[in-house]
């Protein structure tokens, strides 16, 4: 629009809307002007239809700040939308690349097991990493080797089965489990996994006997149709089952891990970041991970990640993102427990807690090492004169930076 013909249609509109006279300035940057400071009420209004409950739980979609500017893939999801699949001993459900077209290296499902409810022995074409919220969980796993792992894995433990090997999951009492797992593959669907009693109930009976050398007739009551997640029977003790399985050998690396008692990589008065990578969890190859923790009113830091997508899920509280990407786009979304989002390798980002009580999320990367770029050490580690010149700042506000990212920035 030219500058006469915009004049032009603000005299008239604010003569008769009493549309705010705000000029393009810091915080509010762009022409055309963007957001609710720039609007009139009337202008501002959405007589409907509309839902009201979804509109206050995403605020910054519904009335975006001045600072968004153009348009993003959508970059929001949650498994509180998702469709659960429920069976006899539990329940899943998933957001993958076929909803949520932006997750391309990794997708997500969070499943639900009762005290004895089995995943059945499975295998995929995907790794898979998990995160325990809720319970205890008893998981096997066998390499290419022929060496079995078995362990029992409680709130705040991973583990990761490199793709192809052969595993099962199981519910202990008296509570059962629940978890997130991470396929390195955003297409990956746990709808879609090679299952023990598919190939079993498809195979020719003869070929069953041939390979297993008993009789045909030993398989006469496998089930015809998958089990999926089934009601078992509560294992025995962990010890009798590592015992059971211990002829093989053992692996040379655990597949399980502690990431919640770590101890933080980073903490402030804001909040604190726990990492689990390659370096520290060894079975882990293709996926690195953060567990970060948002006091009320904190932001974790501007940054951006040079190796990988993010994929988040958001385990407690409420915050909002921006992401920041070329063009310039910047677009803001709010997030809650049980959502999931994503931030394209190599855009920049923040995350501010915009409850009360603490915000805790997962960042997980289809990446072997956790890598990071962040603004302040940028900045900081520039010449101050280039910076300067920049940002129009005055050098001495710059030497002022801190020199060391705390992670997360108290309110």
């Known amino acids: 629009m030219s500058s006469i013909s915009r004049r032009s249609l603000t005299g008239i509109a604010g003569a008769t809307l009493a549309i705010p006279a705000s000029a393009t300035g810091f915080g509010n940057p762009d022409r055309p002007a963007e957001g609710a400071v720039n609007a009139s009420p009337q202008a501002l209004s959405d007589p409907g239809p509309r839902t009201p409950a979804i509109t206050r739980q995403f605020p910054s979609s519904f009335s975006p700040p001045p600072t968004d500017v ?87 433990d991973l583990w990761f089965f490199p793709a192809g090997l052969p595993h099962s999951l199981q519910g202990l009492g008296p509570d059962g489990c629940e978890f997130l ?19 079993v109930a498809h195979t020719p009976p003869e070929i069953l006997a041939a390979n297993f050398g008993v009789p045909a007739d030993s398989f006469r009551d496998i089930p015809l ?42 903490e402030s008065r804001g909040g604190s970041i726990r990492l689990a990578d390659s370096s520290n969890f060894k079975a882990s190859k293709t996926i690195a991970a953060g567990l970060e923790t948002i ?77 990071e770029v962040s603004l302040i050490e940028w900045l900081k580690r520039t010449p101050s004169a280039m910076v300067a010149q920049h940002l129009r700042m005055d050098p001495t506000v710059l030497a002022r930076l801190a020199s060391e990212d705390p992670g997360v920035a108290p309110r």
């Open 225 to 266: 149709t998958d089990l999926w997640i089934f009601q078992g029977t509560e294992p025995g003790p962990l010890a009798a089952d590592q015992a059971a399985v211990r002829s093989g050998g053992t692996p040379p690396e655990p597949f399980t891990f502690s990431l919640a008692s770590l101890p933080p990589l980073k």
């Open 70 to 156: 153009g348009t993003m893939q959508p970059f929001w999801s949650s498994f509180n939308i998702a469709h659960r699949r429920i069976q006899g001993g539990g329940w899943a459900r998933q957001v993958t690349q076929e909803g949520f077209p932006i997750a391309t290296t990794i997708s997500g499902v969070n499943m639900r097991l009762a005290a004895g409810g089995i995943r059945e022995l499975h295998w995929h074409t995907a790794s898979e990493w998990a995160y325990m919220t809720a319970g205890r969980c008893r998981i096997t796993v066998m390499d290419a080797k022929g060496r079995a792992y078995v362990q029992d894995v409680g709130v705040g």
């Open 295 to 371: 006091k009320p009113g904190g932001v974790r830091t501007m940054h951006w990640h040079p190796n990988a997508d993010e994929w988040q899920y958001y385990i407690q509280g409420q915050g909002r993102m921006t992401v920041f990407s070329a063009g310039p786009r910047a677009q803001t979304a709010d997030f809650h427990a049980g959502d999931v989002g994503v931030v394209p390798r190599a855009s920049g980002h923040y995350v501010q807690n915009t409850g009360d009580t603490d915000l805790v999320f997962l960042a997980l990367f289809r990446a072997a090492e956790y890598q």
């Open 181 to 199: 797992i991470a396929f390195d593959d955003g297409s990956q669907s746990e709808y879609n996994t090679l299952l023990l009693s598919d190939w």
